[in-house]
């Protein structure tokens, strides 16, 4: 006997089991394009060379802003979505998604026709000419549609994780990215040279966008009955709070490639590439445990539109817990063993030092914190809070950075992680975590009692992590360094149990 759509709509979701299978495929695909990006470029510069494939890496960055652009919609229409899921608000969900998702294909449509019409354009920005300016064109507007369509794609893959349904999204992603992987590596090898890697994306977006229609389809029409439909106001709505969130998204881009532009201005390029070096392990750390953190929202929008306020707070008290232990064991790593791996990886004239790695690995932990309560606000739709506090941070970095490094040239380095933990803390951790300690009404006592519970948990791993500093430097290849990484991770989670033995029993819970 088959369930009806009404029994299949109201069947209660593990949010858990959700997340958990979100970050896991999501971390799964990360490490396949981390594998790609480094496995095939030795393909690209043999079979296609460095001229073409250089145009190419130049001209991609414009094409990536320019068609990875969805005005800040999807992210509004996931926390709209799973708040209205949780509410178990059918009429609210049909409308939503399909005026959501039919905007959404509006901007792939409209991001597609302009990348497209600008093709033609693109090689003059190179000073390329002949077939190989015609190849770049043909390229890039092959590339653009498969953007457009992967916009296309993330919508309807945000509709089905924020119904809590995060495996097919996940399974679509890291198929499209293996099929991508082998033909482009085909491709380019059988001589077409950037045809090769154009055609490989659009296969990948092809694929994620048809496996996510057909996964919407199958879940909201035929397992829960619903019907999407248009609705004008919904979409109004829908664009007054996504004004925030691309604002937002903005200030986010900016900051990702702000850091080693500052020092570059002030200090020179030798130094920009040291810094940026020397901070890479720390981005890749910060890079995983966003999408970690990105698992979550949808679970935590849906907890909130269910209204179940106590176990949303309890969660965000937890999670505040687990996110510092989480980020002082990777970053601790990061700090521990970072001296060694830039010494292995590219010579130790290009390491920044141990204030910087110390610093831009107490910045991660900061980060790491930080996004509890901005998830929090953002579960809640708070967008414009987000978007304030965001471009303050920004506001009273870049000055900082500048005057700190002016005067303290040519040696101040550190200045730049040091003040993006003072920004930091200053315009987000404080005012977010005080907006999600107001709305969830925590006492102070609660509260102080949470501080305390957490610098518990985090000295010992500081001194672990320092300790290893001096232990692993002396490591003189590579596999003795992957030994020292998980001798120091399996320490690291001895130590944090044992120093909050609740901590274990609140994630079962």
């Known amino acids: 006997m088959t369930e009806s759509p009404s029994s299949e709509f109201d069947r209660p979701v593990s949010r858990r089991t959700a997340a958990i299978w979100g970050a896991a495929l999501k971390s799964l695909t990360l490490i396949l394009l981390i594998a790609r990006n480094i496995a095939l470029i030795p393909l690209y510069l043999h079979f296609i060379g460095t001229e073409e494939y250089g145009a190419w890496i130049a001209t991609g960055s414009v094409l990536i802003q320019m068609t ?68 770049l064109s043909v390229c890039f507007a092959i590339v653009a549609l498969g953007n457009a369509l992967q916009v296309i794609s993330f919508g309807l893959g945000g509709v089905l994780e924020s119904l809590q349904r995060t495996v097919v999204p996940g399974v679509q992603q890291i198929v499209g990215e293996l099929l991508s992987l082998g033909l482009t590596a085909w491709l380019v090898v059988e001589g077409w040279g950037l045809y090769g890697i154009a055609i490989g994306g659009l296969a990948r977006s092809v694929w994620s966008t048809g496996g996510n229609a057909v996964g919407c389809h199958l879940l909201l029409r035929r397992k829960m009955g619903l019907r999407p439909r248009w609705d004008s106001a919904v979409v109004r709505d829908l664009w007054r709070s996504s004004v925030y969130v691309f604002s937002t998204q903005i200030a986010a881009r900016v900051k990702t490639n702000l850091d080693p532009f500052l020092v570059g201005a002030m200090l020179g390029p030798h130094a920009a590439l040291t810094y940026a070096l020397t901070t890479r392990p720390h981005d890749t750390i910060r890079t995983f445990a966003l999408v970690a953190e990105g698992a979550l929202t949808p679970g935590l929008a849906h907890l909130h539109g269910q209204g179940d306020e106590a176990r949303f707070r ?141 610098a518990r948990q985090i000295v010992p791993l500081v001194l672990l992590s320092t300790l290893f500093v001096f232990v692993a430097r002396g490591a003189a290849s590579w596999p003795e360094l992957i030994v020292f990484g998980a001798v120091y991770v399996v320490l690291a989670a001895a130590v944090a149990a044992m120093a909050d033995r609740e901590l274990l029993d609140g994630l079962r819970a």
């Open 68 to 135: 990875s652009i969805d005005f800040g919609l999807l992210g509004v229409l996931g926390q709209r979505v799973a708040a209205a899921y949780g509410q178990k608000d059918r009429q609210r969900l049909e409308t939503l998604v399909g005026s959501g998702v039919i905007t959404g294909i509006g901007i792939a449509a409209v991001l597609a026709a302009i990348s497209v019409s600008a093709a033609p354009f693109v090689p003059r920005l190179v000073g390329l000419d002949g077939q190989a300016a015609w190849r």
């Open 314 to 454: 309890r969660l965000i008290l937890l999670l505040y817990r687990v996110q510092l232990v989480a980020g002082a064991i990777g970053f601790g790593a990061v700090f521990a063993l970072n001296p060694a791996f830039v010494r292995l990886w590219i010579g130790e004239p290009l390491y920044a030092g141990t204030s910087v790695n110390l610093l831009a690995a107490l910045a991660g932990v900061t980060f790491l914190v930080t996004a509890v309560s901005y998830d929090a606000t953002f579960a809640r739709g708070n967008f414009p809070l987000l978007n304030r506090v965001v471009w303050i941070e920004m506001a009273l970095r870049v000055p900082l950075v500048l005057l700190f490094l002016y005067f303290l040239r040519p040696n101040g380095l550190w200045v730049v992680p040091a003040m993006s933990i003072v920004s930091q803390l200053a315009a987000q951790t404080y005012p977010l975590t005080r907006s999600a300690m107001r709305a969830m009404r925590v006492s102070r006592t609660e509260a102080r009692t949470l501080g305390v519970r957490m």
